[in-house]
């Protein structure tokens, strides 16, 4: 099906391990995004992708790495999760970074014990 | 700094009409978009408003005043479904174009 998918869907993991959120495209879109929300603070940017291989850093990057070694995926990894790390996590994408809209994956719930 | 701020509940009676206000202060600032998003769901593109002025979309409009920092979302004959958050963003430039988001606005609609 055409979109945008996250996986998984929800997620419990331990303090000091590592996980990897996947977000899927088959829009051939060239910008994707990854965002936190959190209550009261709204979605906040961790980190972008303007094209395979071109990432760089948002508002929030600090103990994440991504990759995007093809335009359709746009992995995100917490290398040693903290509990700080808990949150909804979306994937965006959009066909240019610029005036053009997101569209948002329907998200990763990650709880960190 | 950036800043965009909305009220964070609001209640409202179903056929009602509501405005839900959003002020912003950023710099490279281009255009102003509401999402909708329902609990447990992604967001999903409401509007973009990049001129002054009111711009209408079936039940839902949405006006942008750039010489005030301010935007509302208003919609017109509330239905239960409209129960949701709606988030204002700010679409600004400077290094790359990204948007900045509001905290949402959590409006429950009822009978």
């Known amino acids: 099906d055409a979109g945008i998918t996250q996986s998984p869907r929800y997620k419990i993991t331990e303090t000091g391990r590592q996980v990897t959120l996947m977000c899927h495209q088959t829009?051939?879109?060239?910008?994707m995004f990854w965002y936190r929300q959190d209550l009261g603070h709204g979605l906040r940017l961790i980190y972008y992708?303007?094209?395979?291989?071109?990432?760089d850093k948002g508002e929030v990057p600090d103990g994440y790495v991504v990759s995007r070694s093809k335009t359709e995926n746009f992995p995100l990894t917490l290398e040693s999760a903290t509990r700080s790390q808990t949150s909804v996590y979306f994937c965006?994408?959009?066909?240019?970074?610029?005036?053009?809209?997101?569209?948002f994956g329907p998200g990763t719930r990650l709880l960190v014990l | 700094g950036q800043n965009i701020d909305q009220p964070t509940e609001m209640t409202a009676t179903e056929g009602a009409i509501v405005q839900i206000n959003c002020t912003y202060q950023t710099s490279g600032f281009n255009g102003l978009f509401w999402y909708q998003q329902h609990a447990g769901e992604a967001p999903t593109f409401l509007s973009y408003n990049v001129l002054d002025g009111l711009e209408e979309k079936g039940r839902f409009s949405s006006f942008l005043s750039r010489s005030k920092g301010y935007s509302y979302l208003l919609l017109k004959e509330l239905q239960m479904k409209d129960s949701a958050s709606y988030l204002c963003?700010?679409?600004?430039?400077?290094?790359?174009?990204?948007?900045?988001f509001g905290a949402g606005t959590r409006l429950a609609v009822h009978p």
């Open positions: 965006a994408s959009s066909e240019m970074g610029s005036v053009e809209t997101q569209y």
């Open positions: 992708s303007a094209a395979a291989d071109i990432t």
């Open positions: 963003a700010a679409f600004v430039s400077g290094g790359y174009n990204k948007l900045i």
């Open positions: 829009w051939s879109h060239s910008y």
